[in-house]
């Protein structure tokens, strides 16, 4: 029982990390001016842990959702080799 519960502890660090790294990216190091206000929300980890799909809100209109939606997919590349 403290295995798995040693375990859960590690995977909710390791997604809170992820969470907090990709949001300072996000609103420092990501110089694209199509990314506009967004947040990150969740992080939900795969199981074996190697991979993750990270969900984000974009505050604005649906142009601006668009916009800083294609600007982090452009981004995407960047972001992967920094987090690892």
């Known amino acids: ?14 997604i809170g990390t992820l969470r907090d790294e990709i949001a300072i990216m996000i609103e420092g190091e990501l110089s694209d001016p199509r990314i506009g206000l967004c947040h990150v929300t969740e992080v939900v ?3 074996g842990g190697k991979s993750a799909r990270v969900f984000i809100s974009v505050d604005g209109d649906e142009a601006t959702e668009l916009s800083t939606r294609e600007g982090l997919m452009a981004a995407r590349a960047y972001i992967r080799s920094e987090v690892r």
Not at 1 to 14: D, G, I, L, S, Y
């Open 1 to 14: 029982m403290p295995e798995q519960r040693a375990k859960a502890h590690h995977r909710n660090r390791v």
């Open 45 to 47: 980890l795969a199981p």
